[in-house]
């Protein structure tokens, strides 16, 4: 599954056209890697994706197969490793 929809899916993204920009901007990392909208994500992949004052890392359990994900499913689909604030730029 391309990752801009993963980030969709997983709701950590409201739409896929912000996640495709974050990653054109190199805000998404997989597995410590810029990565482009396009890559593929597998089981065990770690995402991290920068907001404008918030961080998350998080780490892929399952795939779905179609492009239709409950919310109770969306949040079985990553489990969180860390979320921290970003120190604000004056």
């Not at 980030?7 to 974050?22: F, G, H, T």
């Not at 190199?26 to 995402?47: C, P, Q, Y």
Request: charged share 30%; proline share 3%.
């Amino acid at each position: 599954m391309r990752l801009d929809l993963f980030l969709k899916l997983s709701r950590l993204c409201p739409r896929r056209s912000i996640a495709q920009q974050l990653c054109d901007a190199g805000f998404v990392l997989l597995n410590g890697r810029a990565a482009k909208s396009a890559h593929a994500v597998k089981e065990t992949d770690v995402i991290t994706v920068r907001h404008r004052h918030r961080e998350t890392t998080v780490r892929v359990t399952s795939v779905p197969a179609g492009r239709n994900v409950s919310r109770q499913a969306a949040n079985e689909m990553i489990d969180l490793i860390a979320e921290r604030d970003l120190p604000a730029d004056i």
